[in-house]
């Protein structure tokens, strides 16, 4: 008989090991749903429309970005403007000098046949000028044989010599200068055909 009692105590104990090794399990499961419910809920929180608050954020950092950037990008213009004003603020009296350059080059050639010394005085002085206006970023445009350009050449007459290839500078009636790269007034010119 204690075999037989033995018997149905064993399946007792057998069964109960198994309802707890199912109870393990059940608790995993239970533990995984869980863990999944936060990240439903995450996901909700996601598809959701963003807080009115982080909207207005996100347009204030767009505002002060677009705002940087337009006060960068005028304070590179006025950067240049400034830059081209002291480039260019002697344009005027340059424009005014060469007036007198011109005369000056006209004595100069009357002298030739005077006084030497007087030429010789003269022409110290007009290198002297010049020297100053080249500092003052003042170029002479080459014109004499060069190829007409109409930026920077104003064309006065045309003429038919053998001296100069068509559509080249044959003679210069009054000379042209640039301050700084930038042409304050054109050479006046004969050009060949």
């Known amino acids: 008989m204690n075999e037989e009692k033995n018997i149905p105590i064993e399946d007792e104990i057998l069964e109960e090991q198994a ?4 109870k393990p399990e059940e608790t995993e499961v239970q533990e995984e749903e869980t ?5 439903k809920e995450e996901e909700k929180d996601e598809s959701k429309e963003p807080d009115p608050k982080d909207k207005k954020i996100e347009e204030l950092n767009a505002k002060y970005m677009r705002l940087m950037a337009d006060f960068q990008n005028q304070k590179k213009r006025f950067d240049k403007e400034k830059a081209d004003i002291y480039q260019y ?5 340059v424009k005014n000098l060469l007036e007198v350059l011109d005369n000056f ?3 100069l050639d009357a002298t030739k046949d005077a006084d ?3 030429h010789d005085g003269m022409e110290l002085i007009f290198k002297q000028l010049m020297t100053a206006l080249e ?4 170029a002479e445009i080459k ?4 190829e007409f350009d109409p930026n920077f050449h104003n064309a006065v007459m045309m003429e038919e010599t053998d001296e100069y290839e068509s559509n080249k500078v044959s003679g210069v009636m009054q000379k042209g200068y640039t301050l700084n790269s930038r042409v304050i007034r054109p050479s006046m010119v004969k050009v060949a055909q």
Do not use: M, Y
Request: proline content about 7%.
């Open 105 to 107: 080059e006209r004595a």
């Open 135 to 138: 500092n003052a970023g003042v």
């Open 143 to 146: 014109a004499l044989g060069e």
């Open 116 to 118: 030497p010394s007087l």
């Open 35 to 39: 863990a999944k419910e936060p990240e």
């Open 19 to 22: 309802e707890e090794e199912i």
């Open 89 to 93: 603020a002697n344009e005027k009296i």
